[in-house]
C-alpha cells in the first residue's frame, strides 16, 4: 500500500511501521514498542512527519520526566491485609481470585501488586479497589526516557528511507542524558561472594542454580532458562547458547532464538560451574524419578516441578525476594550478569573476550555499557605506571 506524502507520526507508526516490525522483530520487543508507541503518538501523533522538529521532541522529553509510570502499582491496606490472613487460606486466594501462590503470598505480606491483581482481590471480596489498595505511580526513570529516544529515532530513520521526509531530524536531537544510578548495576567482588554464599545456604531449587550460573557465565536471563542438557559439554568444559526462553501473557512460556547472531555463542566454564551443574543434574534426575509418569520430559536444565521450561518470571520475582529477605544491596537478575563483566574487566580479561562471552553484536557496545567500571581500571593503570618509575 502506497503511504501518503503527507501523513501524521501516529498514522505512520499505526498503520505502517508498526504492522511492518511485527513481521521482523520478536515478540517480546514488538510487545515493548508497542507500549513505548502509545506515549509517542499521544504527544507527536498529530504532527505531521515532514513537519517534525527538534523542539517537539525535547517538548516531549520534557513531557515524559513529568509523566507517572503506566504500569502503576497497588499497595494493600491493612485492612486488605487482615481481610486476606483472616478470612481466606493461601490456596483459597490462589483458587477465587485466580492469582499465583507468589502473588499471594506477596499480597498477605503487604507488598505491591500489578493493577488486574488488585482488581482480582477487590472482586473476591466484594470491596472497591480504592478502599483496599493504594496506588502507587513513580515517574518515569532516565533509562526509559532513552528509550524513548532510541525508538524514535528508529522510526523517523524509516520514515526517511520510505522517502516520506528528506532527513532525520533525530540526527540534531540530543539523546536525554542518564544520570549516574542509570548504569548497569553490579555487585562488588565481596557483595558476589556473600550472594553466592548465601544462594548455597539458603537458595531454593532450581533458582540458585540459574542465579549461580548467570553470575558465573555472564548469560542473560532467557539464555539460561532455554539451556537444554544437549548444549553442556562436560568434557571440553564449554556450554553452547541456541535458544532462549521467554515468556509474555499472551503467548506464555515460549522457546525463541538469541537476541543477535552474536548471542549463538559457546562460553568455557571451570570446575565450579562443573560441579554446579552435576548437582543440578543429580537433583533433576530425582525429581523426574519422583514424578514417574508425570513427568513431562522437554530436555531443559531448568523446570517446573513436572519437567515443563520454567517461566523466565518466575526467576525475578524469585531473586527480588530473595534479594529483600536477605538485605542484600538493590539489584536484579540483570545485575549479576553486569557484575560477571565488571569482575572480568577487574581481572583484566580482554574487552573482546568479555564481549563474545556476553553476546554483544560488537565491543563497542561492551565498551559504552561498562565505561564506568572501565574507567576505574583506567585510572588503577595510571598509578600503576608511575609505580613502576618511581
Known amino acids: ?15 505502517h511501521w508498526l504492522p511492518r516490525k511485527k513481521n521482523e522483530i520478536k515478540a517480546s520487543t514488538y510487545t515493548r514498542y508497542e507500549g513505548l508507541c502509545v506515549r509517542i503518538t499521544e504527544y507527536l501523533g498529530e504532527e505531521l512527519l515532514s513537519e517534525l522538529t527538534p523542539a517537539d521532541v525535547y517538548y516531549f522529553y520534557d513531557e515524559l520526566r513529568e509523566c507517572k509510570r503506566l504500569d502503576s502499582r497497588f499497595i494493600p491496606t491493612k485492612e486488605c491485609v487482615h481481610i486476606l490472613k483472616s478470612r481466606y487460606t493461601r490456596p483459597e486466594i490462589v483458587n477465587k481470585a485466580g492469582v499465583g501462590m507468589g502473588t499471594a503470598d506477596s499480597l498477605r505480606a503487604g507488598k505491591k501488586v500489578k493493577s488486574q491483581t488488585a482488581e482480582k482481590i477487590a472482586k473476591m471480596i466484594g470491596m472497591p479497589v480504592e478502599s483496599l489498595f493504594t496506588q502507587q505511580s513513580g515517574k518515569l526513570s532516565p533509562q526509559t526516557i532513552v528509550h524513548y529516544h532510541r525508538l524514535l529515532y528508529s522510526i523517523i530513520k524509516d520514515a526517511m528511507f520510505d522517502e516520506l521526509i528528506q532527513d532525520n531530524i533525530m540526527l540534531r536531537v540530543r539523546p536525554p542524558k542518564l544520570d549516574e544510578a542509570a548504569e548497569a548495576r553490579y555487585l562488588e567482588a565481596d557483595e558476589a ?39 553442556i559439554d562436560f568434557e571440553h568444559g564449554s556450554l553452547s547458547i541456541r535458544r532462549t526462553s521467554n515468556y509474555l501473557p499472551a503467548n506464555g512460556v515460549y522457546t525463541d532464538t538469541p537476541k543477535t547472531r552474536q548471542g549463538r555463542r559457546t562460553i568455557a566454564f571451570g570446575t565450579a560451574v562443573a560441579k554446579l551443574l552435576d548437582l543440578h543434574r543429580e537433583r533433576q534426575n530425582k525429581q523426574r524419578a519422583e514424578y514417574g509418569s508425570g513427568w513431562i520430559e522437554t530436555g531443559r536444565l531448568f523446570t517446573t516441578d513436572d519437567g515443563r521450561p520454567i517461566n523466565p518470571t518466575s526467576v525475578t520475582k524469585y531473586f527480588h525476594r530473595f534479594v529483600e529477605r536477605h538485605g542484600l544491596p538493590d539489584c536484579c537478575v540483570h545485575s549479576l550478569r553486569h557484575t560477571n563483566a565488571s569482575l572480568l574487566i577487574a581481572a583484566n580479561t580482554p574487552i573482546t573476550t568479555i564481549a563474545g562471552r556476553l553476546g554483544h553484536s560488537d565491543p563497542s557496545i561492551t565498551l559504552r555499557i561498562y565505561s564506568h567500571q572501565l574507567s576505574a581500571e583506567n585510572r588503577k593503570a595510571g598509578k600503576a605506571i608511575e609505580g613502576i618509575f618511581e
Open 1 to 15: 500500500m502506497k503511504i501518503k506524502s503527507y501523513i501524521k507520526l501516529s498514522a505512520y507508526i499505526l498503520e
Open 193 to 231: 561472594k556473600e550472594l553466592m554464599r548465601l544462594l548455597d545456604s539458603y537458595g531454593a531449587y532450581p533458582y540458585a542454580a540459574i542465579l549461580k550460573l548467570i553470575m558465573f557465565t555472564g548469560m542473560r536471563r532467557g539464555e539460561a532458562c532455554g539451556l537444554e542438557w544437549q548444549d
